[in-house]
């Protein structure tokens, strides 16, 4: 079982930056594909980003594209998201998964959760 920590999150101006990082313990990160997802208040949680075992792979929604970057590093067991040009609709609290499996990453079906950290974007 892994369990998996945010941090990072916090109040910004449209147009900052932030990086998100996700620690893992419990289990070696290298085994698990990895997942960002973000919930807004009264929305579904969506799937942001994820990211192959080793980082060979990457995919992220058409609402991020361009903006965010997921990257991890096996040796540190973290997984990182940078959001540039952050937006008033990037105002969400974000979450990391992870799975053996890429599948249920990219549907929203990962074993395990964070418990996510809150980025509020102010226009």
């Known amino acids: 079982q892994v369990q998996l920590v945010e941090s990072g999150g916090g109040s910004v101006q449209a147009g900052g930056s932030l990086r998100l990082s996700c620690a893992a313990s419990?289990?070696?990160?290298?085994?698990?594909?990895m997942g960002w997802f973000r919930q807004a208040p009264g929305k579904e949680r969506e799937f942001v980003a994820h990211?192959?075992?080793?980082?060979?792979?990457?995919s992220y929604a058409d609402s991020v594209k361009g903006r965010f970057t997921i990257s991890r590093d096996n040796a540190k067991n973290t997984v990182y998201l940078q959001i540039n040009s952050l937006k008033p609709e990037d105002t969400a609290a974000y979450y990391c998964?992870?799975?053996?499996?890429?599948?249920?990453?990219?549907?929203?079906?990962?074993?395990?959760w964070g418990r996510g950290t809150q980025v509020t974007v102010s226009s």
């Open positions: 990211i192959s075992r080793y980082g060979g792979t990457t």
């Open positions: 419990g289990r070696a990160l290298s085994g698990y594909v």
């Open positions: 998964a992870a799975d053996t499996q890429t599948a249920r990453i990219t549907m929203g079906m990962p074993s395990y």
